[in-house]
Protein backbone atom coordinates (compact mmCIF):
# COMPACT_ATOMS: atom_id res chain seq x y z
CA UNK A 1 0.00 0.00 0.00
CA UNK A 2 1.15 3.44 -1.38
CA UNK A 3 1.74 5.85 2.21
CA UNK A 4 -0.29 8.95 -0.16
CA UNK A 5 -2.77 7.59 -2.76
CA UNK A 6 -4.83 9.22 -5.48
CA UNK A 7 -6.48 8.23 -8.35
CA UNK A 8 -4.26 9.32 -11.61
CA UNK A 9 -7.69 10.01 -13.64
CA UNK A 10 -7.72 11.80 -15.81
CA UNK A 11 -10.70 13.81 -14.00
CA UNK A 12 -12.68 15.08 -16.88
CA UNK A 13 -15.09 18.23 -15.86
CA UNK A 14 -17.16 20.76 -18.11
CA UNK A 15 -16.41 24.75 -17.46
CA UNK A 16 -18.03 26.15 -14.40
CA UNK A 17 -18.52 22.77 -12.57
CA UNK A 18 -16.98 21.44 -9.45
CA UNK A 19 -14.33 19.01 -9.72
CA UNK A 20 -13.50 16.98 -6.30
CA UNK A 21 -10.58 15.16 -5.93
CA UNK A 22 -9.53 12.86 -3.08
CA UNK A 23 -6.40 11.66 -1.23
CA UNK A 24 -5.99 8.83 0.92
CA UNK A 25 -2.97 8.39 3.25
CA UNK A 26 -2.02 5.71 5.54
CA UNK A 27 -0.14 7.23 8.11
CA UNK A 28 -2.09 7.83 11.03
CA UNK A 29 1.24 10.42 12.24
CA UNK A 30 0.26 13.06 9.69
CA UNK A 31 -0.55 16.18 11.27
CA UNK A 32 -0.29 18.74 7.52
CA UNK A 33 -1.85 18.06 4.45
CA UNK A 34 -1.14 20.33 1.19
CA UNK A 35 -1.95 20.20 -2.27
CA UNK A 36 0.03 21.52 -5.00
CA UNK A 37 -1.12 22.04 -8.72
CA UNK A 38 1.24 21.54 -11.02
CA UNK A 39 0.97 22.42 -14.58
CA UNK A 40 2.63 19.86 -17.94
CA UNK A 41 6.57 20.33 -17.85
CA UNK A 42 6.26 22.65 -14.51
CA UNK A 43 7.28 22.46 -11.05
CA UNK A 44 4.68 22.02 -8.50
CA UNK A 45 3.08 25.49 -6.60
CA UNK A 46 1.09 25.38 -3.31
CA UNK A 47 -2.52 26.21 -3.51
CA UNK A 48 -3.22 25.41 0.14
CA UNK A 49 -2.73 23.30 3.17
CA UNK A 50 -4.90 22.13 5.93
CA UNK A 51 -4.04 20.57 9.63
CA UNK A 52 -8.06 20.46 11.17
CA UNK A 53 -10.55 18.30 10.55
CA UNK A 54 -13.05 19.87 8.55
CA UNK A 55 -13.38 22.68 5.74
CA UNK A 56 -10.98 25.22 5.26
CA UNK A 57 -11.99 27.67 1.67
CA UNK A 58 -9.82 29.70 -0.49
CA UNK A 59 -11.34 31.89 -3.23
CA UNK A 60 -12.71 28.58 -5.26
CA UNK A 61 -10.80 26.13 -3.58
CA UNK A 62 -11.78 24.37 -0.21
CA UNK A 63 -10.23 21.45 1.25
CA UNK A 64 -11.68 19.04 3.23
CA UNK A 65 -10.08 16.90 6.11
CA UNK A 66 -11.27 13.84 8.08
CA UNK A 67 -8.13 12.55 10.23
CA UNK A 68 -10.63 9.80 11.60
CA UNK A 69 -11.19 7.62 7.69
CA UNK A 70 -7.61 9.02 6.47
CA UNK A 71 -8.25 11.47 3.83
CA UNK A 72 -8.30 14.70 2.27
CA UNK A 73 -10.24 16.13 -0.66
CA UNK A 74 -9.81 18.72 -2.89
CA UNK A 75 -12.49 20.47 -4.43
CA UNK A 76 -12.13 23.09 -7.47
CA UNK A 77 -15.19 25.38 -7.73
CA UNK A 78 -16.42 27.17 -10.94
CA UNK A 79 -13.82 25.14 -12.75
CA UNK A 80 -11.81 27.04 -15.37
CA UNK A 81 -9.89 25.61 -18.31
CA UNK A 82 -6.90 27.55 -16.88
CA UNK A 83 -7.57 24.53 -14.27
CA UNK A 84 -5.93 21.78 -16.20
CA UNK A 85 -3.11 20.28 -14.52
CA UNK A 86 -2.10 17.77 -12.09
CA UNK A 87 -2.87 18.35 -8.42
CA UNK A 88 -0.64 16.40 -5.94
CA UNK A 89 -1.99 15.42 -2.93
CA UNK A 90 1.80 15.78 0.03
CA UNK A 91 0.98 15.03 4.11
CA UNK A 92 3.69 15.65 6.91
CA UNK A 93 3.91 14.12 10.74
CA UNK A 94 3.91 16.77 13.47
CA UNK A 95 7.71 16.22 13.81
CA UNK A 96 10.41 17.08 10.95
CA UNK A 97 10.30 18.65 7.73
CA UNK A 98 9.58 15.62 5.21
CA UNK A 99 6.77 15.72 2.59
CA UNK A 100 5.07 12.23 1.10
CA UNK A 101 3.87 12.75 -1.81
CA UNK A 102 0.93 11.18 -3.75
CA UNK A 103 0.94 9.95 -7.37
CA UNK A 104 -1.18 13.29 -8.49
CA UNK A 105 -4.60 13.53 -10.13
CA UNK A 106 -5.01 15.02 -13.32
CA UNK A 107 -7.61 17.32 -13.85
CA UNK A 108 -8.79 18.42 -17.66
CA UNK A 109 -11.88 21.36 -17.37
CA UNK A 110 -13.32 21.20 -21.17
CA UNK A 111 -14.79 24.46 -22.42
CA UNK B 1 13.05 39.51 -7.33
CA UNK B 2 12.83 36.59 -4.89
CA UNK B 3 13.04 33.21 -5.61
CA UNK B 4 14.46 29.54 -6.10
CA UNK B 5 16.75 29.36 -9.26
CA UNK B 6 17.79 25.67 -11.22
CA UNK B 7 20.06 25.51 -13.39
CA UNK B 8 20.56 24.30 -15.94
CA UNK B 9 17.14 23.36 -17.14
CA UNK B 10 18.10 20.53 -19.33
CA UNK B 11 21.04 18.39 -19.05
CA UNK B 12 22.32 15.01 -20.87
CA UNK B 13 24.55 12.96 -19.24
CA UNK B 14 26.62 9.92 -20.63
CA UNK B 15 26.65 6.87 -18.82
CA UNK B 16 29.87 6.63 -16.07
CA UNK B 17 29.54 10.44 -15.58
CA UNK B 18 29.09 12.45 -12.61
CA UNK B 19 26.43 15.41 -13.47
CA UNK B 20 26.05 18.50 -10.61
CA UNK B 21 22.73 20.36 -10.10
CA UNK B 22 22.71 23.64 -8.85
CA UNK B 23 20.06 24.86 -6.56
CA UNK B 24 20.01 28.55 -5.28
CA UNK B 25 17.17 30.85 -3.43
CA UNK B 26 17.70 34.67 -2.21
CA UNK B 27 14.68 33.68 0.04
CA UNK B 28 16.50 33.44 3.22
CA UNK B 29 15.14 29.92 4.21
CA UNK B 30 17.23 27.80 6.35
CA UNK B 31 16.09 24.68 4.65
CA UNK B 32 15.86 23.05 1.30
CA UNK B 33 15.27 20.15 -0.35
CA UNK B 34 15.99 17.95 -3.61
CA UNK B 35 13.05 15.61 -4.84
CA UNK B 36 12.95 13.35 -7.80
CA UNK B 37 9.61 12.99 -10.60
CA UNK B 38 9.57 10.14 -12.93
CA UNK B 39 7.29 10.61 -15.29
CA UNK B 40 3.24 9.94 -14.14
CA UNK B 41 4.55 9.76 -10.54
CA UNK B 42 4.64 11.74 -7.61
CA UNK B 43 7.54 13.30 -6.23
CA UNK B 44 10.54 11.36 -4.09
CA UNK B 45 12.30 12.89 -1.29
CA UNK B 46 16.17 12.85 -2.11
CA UNK B 47 18.11 14.84 0.50
CA UNK B 48 17.22 18.19 2.13
CA UNK B 49 19.33 20.05 5.07
CA UNK B 50 17.84 22.38 8.07
CA UNK B 51 20.61 23.89 7.83
CA UNK B 52 24.27 25.13 6.55
CA UNK B 53 27.00 22.35 6.97
CA UNK B 54 24.41 20.12 7.79
CA UNK B 55 21.74 17.49 5.82
CA UNK B 56 19.83 14.50 5.66
CA UNK B 57 19.32 11.29 3.77
CA UNK B 58 15.84 11.37 2.16
CA UNK B 59 13.78 8.23 0.52
CA UNK B 60 16.54 7.82 -2.42
CA UNK B 61 19.57 8.86 -1.43
CA UNK B 62 21.35 6.22 -2.78
CA UNK B 63 23.50 7.42 -6.04
CA UNK B 64 23.23 11.32 -5.08
CA UNK B 65 25.69 13.36 -2.82
CA UNK B 66 24.98 16.94 -1.65
CA UNK B 67 26.93 19.69 0.21
CA UNK B 68 25.59 22.61 1.90
CA UNK B 69 28.34 25.37 3.05
CA UNK B 70 26.20 28.53 1.86
CA UNK B 71 22.77 29.22 3.22
CA UNK B 72 21.64 30.35 -0.43
CA UNK B 73 23.03 26.82 -2.65
CA UNK B 74 22.36 23.36 -2.18
CA UNK B 75 23.65 21.66 -5.05
CA UNK B 76 23.23 18.15 -5.90
CA UNK B 77 25.27 15.64 -7.28
CA UNK B 78 24.10 12.78 -9.63
CA UNK B 79 26.66 10.18 -9.66
CA UNK B 80 27.61 6.96 -12.08
CA UNK B 81 26.54 5.10 -9.13
CA UNK B 82 22.39 6.58 -9.76
CA UNK B 83 21.62 3.52 -12.11
CA UNK B 84 18.40 5.50 -13.65
CA UNK B 85 18.73 8.84 -13.35
CA UNK B 86 16.76 9.97 -16.27
CA UNK B 87 13.82 11.99 -14.00
CA UNK B 88 12.73 15.54 -13.42
CA UNK B 89 15.21 16.85 -10.38
CA UNK B 90 13.25 19.72 -8.29
CA UNK B 91 14.57 21.65 -5.45
CA UNK B 92 12.73 23.43 -3.15
CA UNK B 93 13.13 25.74 0.31
CA UNK B 94 11.17 26.74 3.06
CA UNK B 95 11.19 29.08 5.65
CA UNK B 96 8.67 26.55 8.02
CA UNK B 97 8.67 23.11 8.04
CA UNK B 98 5.12 23.63 5.95
CA UNK B 99 5.57 25.59 3.49
CA UNK B 100 7.99 24.41 0.53
CA UNK B 101 8.69 26.52 -2.48
CA UNK B 102 9.96 24.84 -5.53
CA UNK B 103 12.52 26.17 -8.01
CA UNK B 104 11.81 25.59 -12.28
CA UNK B 105 13.52 22.12 -12.29
CA UNK B 106 16.26 20.79 -14.48
CA UNK B 107 15.71 17.63 -16.62
CA UNK B 108 17.93 14.91 -16.28
CA UNK B 109 18.72 12.69 -19.46
CA UNK B 110 21.06 9.96 -19.92
CA UNK B 111 22.03 9.20 -23.42
Known amino acids: QKEVEQNSGPLSVPEGAIASLNCTYSDRGSQSFFWYRQYSGKSPELIMFIYSNGDKEDGRFTAQLNKASQYVSLLIRDSQPSDSATYLCAVKRAAGNKLTFGGGTRVLVKP | DGGITQSPKYLFRKEGQNVTLSCEQNLNHDAMYWYRQDPGQGLRLIYY???????QKGDIAEGYSVSREKKESFPLTVTSAQKNPTAFYLC??????????FGPGTRLTVL
Open chain 2, 92 to 101: ASSRTPDEQF
Open chain 2, 49 to 55: SQIVNDF
